[in-house]
Every structure is written in structure tokens, then in C-alpha cells.
């Protein structure tokens, strides 16, 4: 396995139009997104992104159609050109990069897995899986052995023959990403790689892709429109609307302490008990005397917390950190309100 390597996105534009660079000051100044297509008739994509994805993390980009999450993603392999900024990978700057450069990144430090599977319909899924190791020029045995473990592991094992067209789109998705993992590369780009999935399917799915990064830790960019998936699996979301970042942070952050009426309106219908962990909402402790015998973890969701309590009668419990050690305690009444936010926890 590869290392794990981080992302970072610095200032970054992007302009549709005949002359996109001679707006792009404009904007900077605070010329909004119909104020451009109106006056000038460009179309603002991006405006002033800057977003930090540590190594190894899966970070979420959400919003709805038309906010730019697609048109951010494709920058990052450079499938579409800045007006204006940078996205620094490894110490180099892939907006610098030259075609030639440019075609190595892409083949050794980066995978795409698409909303429309992208699978090629006359070969098999063997030959899709491997057909990435094949354009780096990886012999055939190789590349089939590569191919079969990631198979193998997304749950296809028995289906190396089969065509796509054989397939559920849940299958043909499971292709997909054992296709982008068999490449070995540190970055994955999903874009809305499980939105043409039906509901279950698209869980399903979602679990598995946890269950992978437990073990190949990639740096993933996840693109969603959907807020409960990106609430299950980012380690940091960032929002988007018109183009511009709103608000990111952990889950935690947005659905405790939304930025805005527009992220607050996203977040009212979550069902909190299952996002919020113990850890986000406990008191912390300095004096550890009179600390409750029952204990939690510190990543266990609220609901869970009141479950416990409920289930004992009790009023609090004792928070314990992966080490044992107790960190806090997370009272009754607490999460209750964390719960039904009727007012912000103490962190």
C-alpha cells in the first residue's frame, strides 16, 4: 500500500465564460454569481475555495445541484483548469504541472470512481478491475492477481467473468471501486459515486467503503448531495453553495454549530442522537472524585448514551477515552438537550 497524502486547495477560482480571467478581481471583490452571468455573462463555478484534506482522511464536499462540489473535484486531476489558484499535492503544484506531468499523476496518484460506474461494457469484470494496472503497463498477471484480491474484497468473488451488463448497479459500483483501488494510488475522487443507488444499496455501500479505509487509509474526496451520507462517513465536510465554501468542519461542527440559516435549514431535520458523539457533548472533568461508575466511550453516539441510562435509571455516566481513562461525564439532562437541541452542549 501506498502512503497516504494530503490535499491542499488555496485560493482557487474557476470562471466559465470567453474571458474568464478578466473577472476574476471582480469577484474577488464581491461580484456575486448572478451579478456575473447578468452583466457579463460568465457563469462564477468557484469562488475563493480553500480547503486542508489531511492525509489518509475522507473528506466530504456536499451541496446542492449547481453549488460546484463536481466542477471542485475535477480540479483536483485537473479534468478542468483553474481561472485563478492552487492544489498542492506532494509539495507541487498540479495547476503548474505539464501535460507529460500531468498524465503521470494521474495514472499513480490519483482514482476516479463515477456516479455513472464508467465500467466498459465489453469486458469483464476482471478486465475493468485491472484495466487502470493495464494502461501503466503492468503484465497480465500481475494485474489480474491485483485485480482479483480488490474483487475479493468488495464482495464479488465469482463474478470475475461476468459483463456489466450482468450486473446490479450496486455490483457494477462495487467494479468501480475495486477498479480505483487495484490502481494503488493515495487519492481517491468519488464523485457522487453511490447517487444513482437505491436507498439500501447505497448503505451498503457506504459500509463498505468504511470497512476499506480502515484498511488502505486513503486520502478520499467524497462528493455528495446527500447530508445523512455525509454526516456517516466524512472526517470533515465542507458545504457548498454558489460556488463558494459555507461552512466546514467535522460532523460535530455543522450540525452543533451551523454557520448560517442556510446550513441550520440543512442540518434541522438530522436525526442528532446518531451523528453527535459523546466526546462533542460531555463535561470535561479535572477532578475525577465523585466520577459515575458506569461508563461510555467517548465515540459513542447520544442515542446510545441514552439508551444506557434510560435502560439503569441513571443520571450520568462516566465518558472514558480509547485508553480506559476517564476524560469526562456526560449527564442525563446533557444529552437530552444535545439530543433535541434545545440548546448547544458544552463541548
Not at 98 to 117: D, G, I, N, P, W
Not at 300 to 320: G, N, P, T
Request: aromatic content about 6%.
Amino acid at each position: 500500500m501506498t502512503d497516504p497524502i494530503g490535499i491542499e486547495i488555496r485560493n482557487l477560482y474557476k470562471i466559465f465564460g470567453s474571458d474568464p480571467e478578466a473577472h476574476v478581481e471582480a469577484v474577488r471583490r464581491g461580484m456575486s454569481k448572478a451579478e456575473l452571468q447578468r452583466d457579463h455573462q460568465h457563469v462564477l463555478g468557484l469562488s475563493d475555495i480553500n480547503i486542508q484534506v489531511a492525509p489518509g482522511s475522507i473528506q466530504v464536499i456536499m451541496g446542492l445541484s449547481g453549488s460546484g462540489k463536481s466542477t471542485l473535484i475535477r480540479h483536483i486531476n485537473r479534468l478542468i483548469d483553474p481561472t485563478a489558484g492552487e492544489i498542492i499535492i506532494e509539495g507541487r503544484n498540479v495547476v503548474a504541472m505539464s501535460q507529460a506531468e500531468l498524465r503521470e499523476f494521474r495514472r499513480h496518484k490519483t482514482a476516479m470512481v463515477f456516479q455513472k460506474f464508467g465500467l466498459l461494457p465489453h469486458r469483464t469484470v476482471l478486465d475493468n478491475a485491472a484495466y487502470g494496472l493495464e494502461v501503466q503497463g503492468i503484465s497480465q498477471s500481475e494485474r489480474y492477481r491485483t485485480a482479483m484480491r480488490w474483487i475479493e474484497r468488495v464482495g464479488l468473488k465469482g463474478f470475475e467473468k461476468s459483463y456489466p451488463s450482468q450486473l446490479s448497479g450496486g455490483m457494477q459500483q462495487r467494479v468501480g471501486l475495486a477498479r480505483a483501488l487495484a490502481n494503488d494510488a493515495p487519492i481517491l475522487l468519488m464523485d457522487e459515486a453511490y447517487s444513482a443507488l437505491d436507498p439500501l444499496i447505497r448503505y451498503d455501500m457506504q459500509t463498505v467503503l468504511l470497512d476499506l479505509q480502515q484498511e488502505v487509509r486513503k486520502t478520499i474526496v467524497f462528493i455528495t448531495h446527500d447530508l445523512d451520507e455525509a454526516l456517516r462517513i466524512g472526517d470533515r465536510i465542507a458545504l457548498l453553495r454558489d460556488g463558494s465554501v459555507i461552512q466546514q468542519g467535522t460532523a460535530q461542527d455543522i450540525v452543533m454549530r451551523p454557520a448560517d440559516d442556510y446550513v441550520a435549514n440543512f442540518v434541522q431535520h438530522v436525526d442528532r442522537g446518531k451523528v453527535l458523539k459523546v466526546g462533542a457533548v460531555m463535561l470535561a472533568q479535572h477532578g475525577f472524585d465523585d466520577l459515575p461508575e458506569a461508563s461510555i466511550a467517548t465515540d459513542a453516539s447520544i442515542a446510545e448514551a441514552l439508551q444506557q441510562m434510560a435502560a439503569s435509571r441513571l443520571q450520568a455516566l462516566r465518558v472514558d477515552a480509547p485508553d480506559g481513562k476517564p476524560i469526562g461525564v456526560i449527564p442525563f439532562q446533557d444529552a437530552i438537550n444535545a439530543y433535541t437541541g434545545s440548546r448547544e452542549a458544552t463541548p
